[in-house]
């Protein structure tokens, strides 16, 4: 079984900086994309970030130099690193990877930025 298990999340001014981190465990970690998404109430759930497994970055518009995503594959680790939050970046972010033909989720963390 196929678990990804988000931490990080919490409330920050705006401009301010957060750390999410999502550990999986019952896949070859060091094999697999890795993604974040994120949603707000009432909308679709959007990529953010992706890592491929040779470490290939990439990113949406909106966050393209103020977030850092990165994986540490020593303890099946993938984090995104916010910078420069906005209240526009407030949602419940979401780590995925693409495993045996399916896509698995975590069960998210809430960012919050507000003043």
């Known amino acids: 079984q196929v678990y990804l298990v988000e931490s990080g999340g919490g409330l920050v001014r705006p401009g301010g900086s957060l750390r999410l981190s999502c550990r999986a465990s019952?896949?070859?970690?060091?094999?697999?994309?890795m993604f974040w998404y994120r949603q707000t109430p009432g909308k679709q759930r959007d990529l953010v970030a992706g890592i491929t497994s040779d470490n290939n970055r990439s990113y949406v518009d909106s966050v393209k130099d103020r977030f850092v995503i990165s994986r540490d594959n020593v303890r099946a680790t993938v984090s995104l690193q916010m910078n420069s939050l906005r209240p526009d970046d407030t949602a419940v972010y979401y780590c995925?990877?693409?495993?045996?033909?399916?896509?698995?989720w975590g069960r998210g963390t809430q960012v919050t930025v507000s003043s």
């Open positions: 019952g896949i070859n970690f060091r094999l697999h994309p």
């Open positions: 995925s990877t693409n495993a045996r033909g399916n896509q698995y």
